[in-house]
């Protein structure tokens, strides 16, 4: 939790970037990581030279101080980017947005400002990276004024809930977790958070929301620890700047290489990632050992398959958090062609496609076998009875177990949109399925996130509807509790009804409505009151009369 002093020093540096020219937030927060990055470089990279170190120019003033650290950031474009160093990477065609010096010194001051408050708190038993990550959070608070920009994110407490149902873990090596549009990275941080505290000795509840919080980590081992915070998380936006501004909010939170890559997951341009990384991976001795042998048919070993033979990125991830944009549309010619499920796309003919469908569809091809997903999606998608909105749903049900569908309350995402939307919870079973692996569907509905419903969102005092959601997902079991009572506000629904409702999911569907009956008085009986009140008024105002 930050004290009150760090949040005012954030406060002030939005301040005063605000009033020396840089009044976007996503323009301001973008610089502000850069300069983060360049005071956490010797941290980050330990052996790199003295004369590119913070605190060998932090103290100048300036033109002095602009000269250096404009020399910096052309070092870590330049050169940092060729050590395959992510962040660096990303801000090859970046540019320094702080370009008056008296600026640039007080935002670096106030930099300072706020770490050495930070170590100050760390003293009083608080994990340096929570605190670290706590800032940033704080810092992108103020890019929720960038609605208006199509940029906005997702509650902090909603993606903490979806972590806690979609419970990911790194049993396994070869691990991935997802965010197919991921912005400041908010979901693959709170996947972080989730297992940490999973493994973590010391657990808490958060004081807002009662979910469980802890972020010590130390019961993973130095190899797992290793995994989580290099090879775990993965991400795509198209935004190239919402790019560096999650890269950077996962580093503050402590997950060293953060794996997320500027292209559109829609487009074809996610194909051709894993085609290129292939061919610069591949050789002919280990041609053989590779997963994607199976998919490859070659007369010659030695001649390169074809791409357009080979799925190219298909069942990757083994955990896949998202929040698409809603209601937005794009030209058919700019999807990837292995999206061709949902809509019949013709050959030589633009179309216009939602974007809300063919990323259920992206997820459901990203996802590996027995891998699961949590994903927000506006309710129209639930039961528009447009062909391909029906396509999508079937396709749910029969490549995946359509576990739950958790009805979010209106206004979850004020003040930005008012769409109801609701999050799908399921595991990928197979790939272009004729039969259905849902058998049955949990419905559960939330009457409350525990803020206000209106544009403030403000949290609403002794309200903790998240662990109660939580806690009734966890332990629905159909054969101990069949859960069939549909005035309840959870319930399963089996495949066979949900077939024959058009593989309609919306909730309100299902719900069984009870009205209580409200009685009213006897018309004559009112009337006789009415009269009894007009009397004892005219009686009242003829003894004032008298009065005066």
Sequence with gaps: MLSQEIKN???????????????????????????IF??????????????????????????ELKSKVD?????????????????????????FGINTPSLLEEAVRIIDEIFYLVEEEEKQHQHFQDLLGDVYEYLLRATNEAGKNGQFRTPRHIIQMMCELVAPNINNEDTKICDVTSGSSGFLVGAYQYILKENSKEIILDDENQLEKGLDGKKLTAKKKKQLTENTFYGFDIDATMVRIGMMNM????????????LNTLSAEYEDFFRKKFENEITVENLTSRKIKTEIKTTNSKEMPKAEKIFWGREEYTYILANPPFAAKVNSKSISKNLNRIYEIKEGKTQSLQTELLFLERIVYMLKKNGRAAVIIPEGVLFNSGKAYKTAREILLKDCDLEAIVSLPSGVFNPYTGVKTSILLFTKKQFGSNNYHTKKVWFYGMESDGYTLDNSRKKIKNDFPLPETVKQYKTRNEKTNPQKDRKQKHFYVPVSEIEQNGFELNYNLYKEFVFDETKYEEPTKLLKQVLKIEEELFNSLKQLEKEL
Excluded: C
């Design 71 to 95: 020399n910096v950031f052309r070092f870590i474009q330049n050169d940092l980017s060729k050590e395959e160093e992510p962040f660096a990477i990303e801000m090859k065609n970046a540019r």
């Design 9 to 35: 020093k954030v406060q002030l540096l939005w301040d005063r970037l605000w009033a020396g020219g840089l009044s976007n937030p996503i323009t301001a927060i973008d610089n502000i990581s850069y300069l």
């Design 38 to 63: 360049m005071k956490r470089l010797e941290k980050f990279h330990p052996k790199v030279k003295d004369e590119y170190k913070w605190s060998s120019y932090n103290n100048l003033e300036g033109s």
């Design 251 to 262: 580093m503050m939170h402590g997950i060293e290489k953060p794996h997320i890559i500027n």
